[in-house]
Nanobody, 127 residues
Framework: QAQLVESGGGLVQTGDSLRLSCAVS????????FAWFRQTPGKGREFVAL????????DYADAVKGRFSISRDNDRRMTYLQMNNLEPEDTATYYC????????????????????WGQGTQVTVSA
């Protein structure tokens, strides 16, 4: 069974930066696209960012475009979410997700399309 483990969350102030990491094991890393979702209490998981299997394309939710950046390191089997200029509205539990894809796959923004999930890491942004 694949394992995804997020880290890097914490309590920060408005305008600060954080980098979330997702360590991936027990799957063929290069065959997978990765995404980050976030969730606040009482709401479903919200798409944040994705990166394709090749790493050549990324996509972002409008709310984070220009502030967040997703990346992947195939050698280290890691995916990252760099979050800059954080806002209180970014407060949530952030989840890493993986989906096996082909190289020409479309961009998957829906929670239900992802096969594997981490346990989440909490990000709290104070005003």
């Amino acid at each position: 069974q694949a394992q995804l483990v997020e880290s890097g969350g914490g309590l920060v102030q408005t305008g600060d930066s954080l980098r979330l990491s997702c360590a991936v094991s027990r799957l063929t890393f290069s065959y997978y696209a990765f995404a980050w979702f976030r969730q606040t209490p009482g709401k479903g998981r919200e798409f944040v960012a994705l990166i394709t299997r090749s790493g050549g394309t990324s996509d972002y939710a409008d709310a984070v475009k220009g502030r967040f950046s997703i990346s992947r390191d195939n050698d280290r089997r890691m995916t990252y979410l760099q979050m800059n200029n954080l806002e209180p509205e970014d407060t949530a539990t952030y989840y890493c997700a993986a989906k096996r894809t082909i190289l020409t796959a479309p961009l998957y923004r829906q929670e239900g399309e992802y096969e594997y999930w981490g346990q989440g890491t909490q990000v709290t942004v104070s005003a």
